[in-house]
């Protein structure tokens, strides 16, 4: 609970952009421009992400509400994999290191909205600094990208992607939760489904005969 307190709290006075607080031209970039962050599901269990809110290292508030889409892996079924990839990112994009974030996300599968709240490792902005090596064209090579696998029961996983193509990082953050109904804070009211949920595509099939969640998560 003192965790969803002090990021509501942050996030909507910081989302002010108060005169204290630096304007994002003010900070500069990462040495390798702006850093992404994609949202994925498991194969045919679908999830949409609708908001999001970062408070990076520079102090620097982001707020998203135009979002690339969250991707289905086809390959990840039952369990996690660590070698997803992100794909494009158009949308998803910010200056520096995230230090605490929000995002709100419709389950299809659980036919649900939640509120997910993190506060992140310190460390996680020295290896966001760190070269990893080359990648196949000679380029310096980073770990520039936060992938969240969304799962059912409001199962997130967060994993570091390595431009050269390496293995993907699993990360724990320093605090994690995830919040639903009348739990929902910064999240109230934020759906793309205000009139219910409906299944569709691969995921009536797929789910036919098995038992939620569908894996371990």
């Known amino acids: 609970m003192r965790l969803k307190i002090a ?9 002010c952009r108060a005169s204290e607080l630096p304007t994002p031209e003010e900070t500069g970039e990462m040495p390798y421009g702006r850093w992404g962050f994609a ?9 949409v992400v609708t908001y999001a809110a970062i408070i990076d290292s520079s102090n620097v508030v982001s707020k998203f509400r135009a979002l690339d889409s969250s991707q289905s892996d086809p390959n990840v079924v039952g369990s996690w994999r660590d ?26 599968i659980d036919k649900k909205t939640y509120e997910t709240q993190i506060v992140f490792q310190p460390s996680l ?3 966001m600094l760190t070269p990893t090596g080359t990648d196949r064209y000679g380029n310096t090579a ?10 059912p029961e409001g199962k997130v996983k967060i994993w570091l992607q ?5 293995k993907n990082i699993p990360l ?11 739990k929902l804070d910064i999240c109230k009211g934020i759906t793309q489904h205000p009139n ?17 969640p569908y894996g371990n998560w």
């Not at 070698?83 to 299809?108: E, L, Q, Y």
């Not at 569709?200 to 797929?206: A, C, I, K, L, V």
């Open 7 to 15: 990021l509501t709290v942050v996030l909507l006075v910081g989302g």
């Open 39 to 47: 949202f994925f599901t498991p194969h045919a269990l679908p999830a």
């Open 83 to 108: 070698n997803t990839n992100s794909g494009s990112i158009h949308f998803n994009k910010a200056r520096h290191p995230p230090v605490n974030m929000v995002f709100c996300w419709d389950s299809i």
């Open 125 to 127: 902005k020295e290896a």
């Open 142 to 151: 980073w770990y520039k990208t936060l992938l969240f696998g969304l799962a």
């Open 162 to 166: 390595d431009s050269a193509g390496g």
């Open 172 to 182: 724990d953050p320093k605090r994690i939760g995830t919040f639903s109904g009348d």
């Open 196 to 212: 219910g949920y409906v299944y569709y595509g691969d995921t009536p099939e797929f789910i036919k005969g098995k038992t939620y």
